[in-house]
């Protein structure tokens, strides 16, 4: 069965920074493409970025330079480093793993 547990989610100022961290288990992990998607209040669930086995990463258009998509597959992690966080991106951050598997989510709140 598998498992995605993430961590890394709060409040932080605009500016700011954070990094998400996803934990996976009950899977061959190195060989699926990963993504990070998020959900604020009374939107659509909207892919943030992935990266693939072959570490190729692609990225929300209003993300892009600013977030960071990363994995580890000896530790079956993913991360996303979140930087100059805007107000905007508050919402609840997902895991996902092979556009099926998904966490539980991780509020990110961006706000001063």
Known sequence: QVQLVESGG????????????CAASGTIFSIYTMGWYRQAPGKAREL??????GDTTKYLVSVKGRF???RDNAKRT???QMNSLKPEDTAVYYCNLNYENWGQGTQVTVSS
Do not use: E, F
């Open 48 to 53: 943030v970025a992935s990266i693939t086995s």
């Open 78 to 80: 993913v991360y996303l």
């Open 10 to 21: 709060g409040l932080v100022q605009p500016g700011g920074s954070l990094r998400l961290s």
């Open 68 to 70: 960071t998509i990363s």
